[in-house]
Every structure is written in structure tokens, then in C-alpha cells.
């Protein structure tokens, strides 16, 4: 089994505030259906999508959580107090529930907040790999790459939309796409 953990929160402040420069139009979403195919291919297993959500503010975003579980996901609506970081604090819980399990892991997120649950993971016997926009994954990644932490692009490898985003980034020479740019 391969547990995809998504962190919803992180991925479209990312997307929003880094990339877009503003709140993304629908189209300009990731396609979460997209994450969960890409995890049973790439891990060539069946998959389970745990979405977590902040629902501290009491309510719950009904009509997305219907798409999550009709994509399969299980979503994860937590609650706390003020300055709680519940959905990290969820996700953080959740890998190191993880650890005396079998099973790979997939973690959408560029957060650094789960660097040591990361990095418990990373044993050898189990594949356990990020999903992010490659330039803003959190640079104390890179010391688990030698280790066999995968680093997955959102959108370059799992295409996960529909949409070409305006993103500056180092490219790899043997990926580059003239056309993409005339």
C-alpha cells in the first residue's frame, strides 16, 4: 500500500501566493485524481489518499470534501485551538503513525515541519517520497535524497494540471521545451 498524506493548505498557498500571485482560478487547480493515479503507477501499488483539512473555524467545505471522497481520498477535517497548526499537526501524528506499519509514503507538501517524520521513514525498506513544486520544497530535504527520498514535480511529473503554470525554475536540459516558451 502507498499512503498518500496531502496537505492541502501548503500546496494552494504555494500555488496561490508563490507561483499565481493570487487565489488560482478552478482551472488552475491541481487535479488530486491525478496525485492518486500517479502514486498506485509510480509505486506500482494499490493507493490511499488521506487529505487533511483545517476545519478549526467549525465548518467544513462540503462540496470539496464530496470531490475528495468521490476521487477516492479520505479527507481528514481536524480542529484546535488558536495558533494550532492542526492540519500539520494531523499530518506529523499520522507519519509517524506510519513508521511501524508497512507501506510506502507519499507526502504533497513542501513543509519543513515534517523533517523528523520524514526522516524516521526513511529506513531503507519502504519508498517514501515528496510531491511539490520542485524550487519550493523545503531545503532540508536535500540531506534525505542520498537516503532515497523521491522528489516528485506537481506538475512536470505527476501532471497534475490542466494548465501550464507561470513558474521560474531551473530546467533540466534534456526536459526543455522551446515551444513551451514561443
Do not use: C
Not at 507519499?106 to 524550487?135: K, N
Not at 523545503?138 to 505527476?158: C, H, I, P
Request: hydrophobic share 45%; net charge negative; aromatic share 10%.
Amino acid at each position: 500500500m502507498t499512503y498518500v498524506l496531502v496537505d492541502g493548505e501548503n500546496i494552494d498557498a504555494t500555488l496561490g501566493s508563490s507561483i499565481l500571485e493570487g487565489r488560482p482560478a478552478p482551472e488552475q487547480r491541481p487535479r488530486w485524481e491525478r496525485v492518486m493515479d500517479f502514486a498506485r503507477t509510480t509505486f506500482a501499488q494499490p493507493a490511499k489518499g488521506l487529505f487533511f483539512l483545517n476545519a478549526s473555524n467549525g465548518h467544513l467545505p462540503m462540496s470539496f470534501v464530496q470531490a475528495l471522497l468521490a476521487l477516492g481520498y479520505q479527507p481528514i477535517p481536524l480542529s484546535g485551538g488558536p495558533g494550532e497548526k492542526v492540519v500539520d499537526i494531523g499530518i506529523q501524528r499520522t507519519l509517524e503513525a506510519l513508521v511501524g506499519r508497512d507501506g510506502d509514503v507519499l507526502l504533497a507538501s513542501h513543509d519543513g515541519d515534517f523533517l523528523p517524520q520524514v526522516d524516521s521513514l526513511l529506513t531503507g525498506d519502504r519508498l517514501v517520497g515528496l510531491v511539490a513544486f520542485r524550487e519550493f520544497v523545503n531545503s532540508q530535504y536535500a540531506s534525505f535524497y542520498e537516503r532515497g527520498l523521491k522528489v516528485f514535480d506537481l506538475e512536470d511529473d505527476v501532471r497534475a494540471f490542466n494548465v501550464v503554470l507561470p513558474r521560474v525554475r531551473i530546467i533540466p536540459l534534456e526536459s526543455f521545451d522551446p515551444l513551451r516558451y514561443l
